[in-house]
């Protein structure tokens, strides 16, 4: 049975996270992109560092075990450093649409990580068919057109890439059987995210002189550093502590519709024809997997531990 919890923390992410394509979209216009996604790990680190700060004792801020450790590493450097590089490069050289169905591969891809990393997340007959109808809903939704995925730049290779990275970040940081609070991990990772992300813009020649410094610039960047960085993270972090990473990563297929919506509202943007279609082929994609589609369904509390981990000391 799905708990109230778990609904509102998927709700709540599928708005912050949907949004992000808005805020990128313009922001992409004002900063270098890997420089964007490291001044956003900057603010997003500030933010939650000093919440946790406030509100942990220094026993639970510690990391004790190497599970932790592991934990710590695969969400700085590979579910949030990795990601968000190859998400905000792919981005630059292809349109939204086409970024959002992208990414919603995700949701296809983690079972596979999670069927050669975790003995408690297995996806049954019907939960790969709810899959696929959901991604179908996903095609509906943004309705890119075909010949975008195959002309110019490797913008669409990279979005790709970002999905993978995604996944598997989130199914290594289930395998790492850690013992931090998610609130706790996710602040240990963000500077490593950022700190990655440094290094990648310094590699690449990005330069801080380039960012054009404007309002609608420190909106998007607000917005992706509090909103969709601290405030995101956190409640997809402890939605995938709760719910293992292949339910959670499943709300990778309502951030197009909530993108979608948004744009419309704030942006002015059109919504394809067959976009409401989409709408209820998403949401019957949703319905077909159920909570008896993978063997650790939604539950009141966390998924059992998997055996497959990194041993504590």
């Known amino acids: 049975m799905v708990s ?6 998927g709700a709540l992410v599928s708005v912050l996270f949907g949004g992000t394509f808005v805020a990128t979209k313009a922001g992409l216009d004002q900063f270098p992109p890997l420089l964007f996604v490291a001044l956003r790990y900057d603010v997003a680190a500030v933010v939650l560092g000093g919440y946790v700060l406030l509100t942990r004792s220094g026993a639970e801020l510690r990391p004790r075990t190497r599970g932790d450790v592991a934990g710590i590493l695969a969400t700085g450097l590979v579910a949030l450093g990795l990601t968000n590089a190859l998400l905000f490069v792919g981005q630059a050289d292809a349109t939204s649409a086409v970024g ?18 975790l003995v408690d997340e297995r996806l049954s007959l019907r939960g790969w068919v709810g899959l696929a ?29 970002g999905a993978v990275t995604g996944a598997l970040g989130s199914v290594l940081i289930r395998w790492s059987d850690g013992d931090l609070d998610s609130t706790v991990r996710t602040a240990w990772g963000l500077p490593l995210g950022a700190a990655m992300s440094h290094a990648l813009s310094l590699g690449a020649g990005e330069s801080v002189g380039a960012v054009q410094w404007s309002l609608p610039a420190l909106v998007a960047l607000g917005y992706v550093g509090v909103f969709a960085g601290a405030v995101a993270y956190v409640a997809y972090f402890g939605l995938l502590d709760r719910a293992g990473a292949t339910n959670a990563n499943l709300v990778f297929y309502v951030v197009p519709v909530v993108s979608t919506l948004g744009g419309w509202a704030l942006l ?4 394809a024809p067959m976009a409401g279609v989409g709408f209820l082929v998403v949401f019957a994609g949703f319905a077909i997997l159920g909570s008896e589609s993978i063997s650790s369904p939604f539950s009141d509390g966390p998924p059992p531990r998997n055996t497959g981990h990194v041993d504590a000391d």
């Open 4 to 9: 109230r919890k778990t609904i509102l923390l």
């Open 100 to 117: 959002a169905i992208l990414f919603s591969l995700n949701p296809i891809l983690t079972p596979v990580f999670a069927a050669l990393l």
């Open 268 to 271: 002015g943007e059109t919504i």
């Open 133 to 161: 109808v959901g991604l179908l809903g996903v095609a509906l939704v943004v309705n890119p057109d075909p010949a975008t995925f195959t002309s110019g730049g490797i913008g669409k290779l990279l979005l790709f890439g």
